[in-house]
């Protein structure tokens, strides 16, 4: 995904602090906005994850940080729950000023209550997604339950949370108290997709339960099971992301992507990597493909490494390349099967190659041709393999021009 800082007004004139995630080749379908967990910010691993799994189903993701959090401006003990729902409907009006309405809206623990609070009164979006997330607002009092007793005698007070020193204000626990999710969640008006860890023990199970108790249909409920309220472990906010994608789908309107298509002729290959050691989005043509290095080399497992893909162009072309030439011969072959290995060895290791003294790369092929073929047949067609296109660049001579820009 491509991400880009972006910058709104909230209700009251102070700048928050977004990133806008995009699909690689910049043509989403629709956009979602994801609001984070209390006192967390843009930035964590979960979201970034989610929002990832987003933009490859070609969904644009705003994330931002709320008032006081984060890079956004304000002071975090002058908010509340309230103005919470109040930088949803700013970014809302963001995406829809600067790009399109938003037609998801995702939220991870309090930011998915606020989602539920804010949903109603932005009529594009399609769908709610709560992640970890309480029934009502008051719940994140018990973060500070011992200072609760401070803040009612003094006004305000400072506490701990997550390791982080915030200063509370009496206002914030009167807006929590105050605002009642029963009514909201009922006139949802739209679809619902309630995540939750069954091992949450930030925010208990049963809260789930009472928010899909309370919606309308649709609705839909997915356990986490272990993954923890903070989704921390990347398989498990990956999963997340993956289920929010495929549900989002859905309800989202089926357009075309804002820029047409390339021409096939004018078909090029993107390669996109950010800072995740050597996770690589590879955009051909249209079609997205994921690049990575295995665990034992410092990457993450997630893709094919480069020379996978080398194979695999190998092993495609030399598949399809057969099949032309068989359907053209009107030959009997029914299934084409291509195995590749790639390694590097001394010359002296290979009898065709007239260089001993240096190590180079050979490739391994295997073909297995399935159907009713005479031995004439399946030589012939051994001897096409070595035609098609690929191989010949792979034993051609390539200049790459390369420049910046």
């Known amino acids: ?39 967390c910010t843009k ?32 002071d975090f003990s002058e908010s509340n729950f309230t103005s919470n729902v109040d930088d949803l409907l700013s970014a809302a009006h963001y995406l829809e000023t600067e790009h399109q309405p938003a037609g998801i809206l995702i939220g991870h623990s309090l930011g998915g209550t606020a989602a539920l609070a804010a949903a109603s009164q932005i009529s594009s979006v399609k769908g709610v997604v709560t992640i970890g997330s309480p029934y009502e607002p008051h719940h994140v009092l018990h973060h500070f339950k011992k200072e609760q007793a401070l803040i009612e005698q003094h006004g305000e007070a400072e506490v701990v949370i997550g390791g982080e020193r915030y200063r509370m204000k009496q206002q914030f626990l009167d807006d929590v108290q105050r605002v009642k999710m029963h009514h909201s969640i009922k006139q949802l008006g739209c679809a619902l997709l309630v995540l939750h860890a069954s091992n949450d023990e930030t925010v208990m199970m049963d809260n789930a339960g009472k928010i899909f108790e309370a919606a309308q249909h649709p609705k839909s409920f997915v356990s986490l099971d272990d993954a923890g309220h903070l989704l921390a472990r990347q398989q498990d906010a990956c ?38 050691h050597y996770y690589t989005e590879i955009d051909a043509h249209g079609h997205l493909l994921l690049a990575d290095e295995p665990l034992s080399l410092g990457g993450g497992d997630l893709g094919s490494s480069p020379y996978d893909l080398l194979l695999a162009s190998l092993g495609a072309c030399t598949a399809m390349t057969l099949r032309m030439y068989a359907d053209r011969k009107q030959w009997p072959l029914e299934e ?24 180079i790369d050979l490739i391994d092929r295997e073909i297995e041709l399935l159907g009713d073929l005479g031995g004439e047949q399946r030589q012939r067609l051994l001897e096409i393999a070595d035609r098609c296109p690929v191989h010949r660049t792979l034993h051609a001579e390539v200049n790459v021009n390369t420049r910046l820009v």
């Open 1 to 39: 995904m491509r991400s880009k800082k972006v910058f709104f007004r909230n209700r009251t004139g102070e700048r928050l602090a977004a990133l806008l995630d995009m699909p690689l080749d910049n043509r989403p379908v629709s956009y979602a906005i994801i609001a984070h967990c209390f006192t």
């Open 43 to 74: 930035n964590i691993k979960a979201i970034h994850y989610i929002s990832r799994a987003l933009t490859q189903h070609h969904i644009a993701v705003l994330r931002f940080d709320f008032t006081g959090l984060g890079e956004s401006e304000g």
């Open 239 to 276: 999963y997340a992301g993956g289920l929010i994608a495929s549900w989002a789908e859905k309800y989202l309107c089926k357009a075309q992507p804002s820029k047409p298509p390339l021409p096939a002729e004018d078909g090029v290959v993107t390669a996109s990597i950010g800072r995740e």
């Open 336 to 359: 084409v099967r291509v195995q590749l290995k790639h390694r590097k060895v001394h010359g002296k290791e290979c009898a065709e190659c007239e260089e001993k003294r240096v190590k």
